[in-house]
């Protein structure tokens, strides 16, 4: 999993970076002109990938090979609510009207779900569906509460869960988010749901994505799912996974 620890050190190191820019503490980059963004995206056979919630990280950032194979040529389009860290489009998982339907061919979103209220999850993963094409699909990562829960049940709610380039993390950390950080921008920062890999599964269920592939990662204390628009037999599914997630081991 070293790769994926790299990733979140790589991860923590752009939130901070966010955190500085948005209270001033440095140089803020202007958010970029949203126009034309769809008459360039998916031109000479390019795969679109949105990636939602995506803070000051790009394509570059992502840890899954699948988005680096010469062979897809992604297009990347970043989707942000803060218009400081210079987004492709500003808008929020709740509200994509500047995405229309179905111009996305895969969403990337990561530790972005668990910010939302609960009685706004439906309606994030109705945007997603919305604007992906008829054979696109999601890959949400985001803490593994179940993980956090049962170190909770053991009574070690502030001992160490891992560590990452922020700090330690605590299950306190992972049910509502890294204290410092939350301290310092409760809007941006907070915590208000979480999920366990059936519960993911459910609400993607429900909100009508037809076939998902997902798991946990015990040692990371988070979950990797994969959610497809469109049906999948078993083994399309497991091939788009091998090529799109993360080893699940």
């Known amino acids: ?27 803020q980059v202007p958010a970029a002109n949203q126009e034309g963004i769809w008459q360039r995206a998916g031109r000479n056979g390019e795969q679109v990938l949105l990636h939602v919630g995506c803070g000051y990280a790009t394509i ?7 988005f680096h194979s010469p062979a897809r040529r992604w297009r ?13 489009i500003v808008g929020t998982m709740t509200e994509m009207s500047a995405v229309p339907d179905g111009v996305v061919d895969a969403i990337f979103t990561s530790h972005g779900v668990e910010h939302l209220y609960w009685h706004d999850v439906p309606r994030a993963l109705a945007e997603f569906r919305r604007v992906l094409a008829d054979d696109g699909f999601v890959i949400v990562s985001c803490p593994d509460v179940q993980s ?11 001992e160490t869960a891992y560590v990452s380039q922020a700090g330690p993390i605590t299950p306190f950390d992972i049910l509502y988010s890294y204290r410092p950080f939350v301290e310092a921008n409760p809007e941006w920062m ?4 979480g999920f366990t890999l059936t519960t993911l599964r459910d609400v993607l269920l429900q909100a ?42």
């Open 1 to 27: 999993m070293r790769f994926f620890r790299e990733w979140l050190g790589r991860c923590s190191q752009l939130w901070l970076e966010g955190f500085n820019k948005r209270h001033g503490l440095a140089v």
């Open 76 to 88: 990347e389009v970043r989707l942000d609510a803060d218009e400081r860290v210079a987004p492709d």
């Open 208 to 249: 009508g994505f037809k076939s998902i592939y997902g798991f946990r990662v015990l040692n990371e204390f988070n979950l990797w799912v994969l959610a497809s628009k469109s049906n999948r037999t078993a083994d399309e599914l497991v091939l788009l996974a091998n090529e799109y997630l993360p080893p699940a081991g």
């Open 148 to 158: 956090a829960a049962q170190m909770i049940a053991e009574d070690r709610m502030f």
């Open 60 to 66: 570059e950032q992502i840890p899954l090979s699948g």
């Open 190 to 193: 907070s915590h208000h749901c």
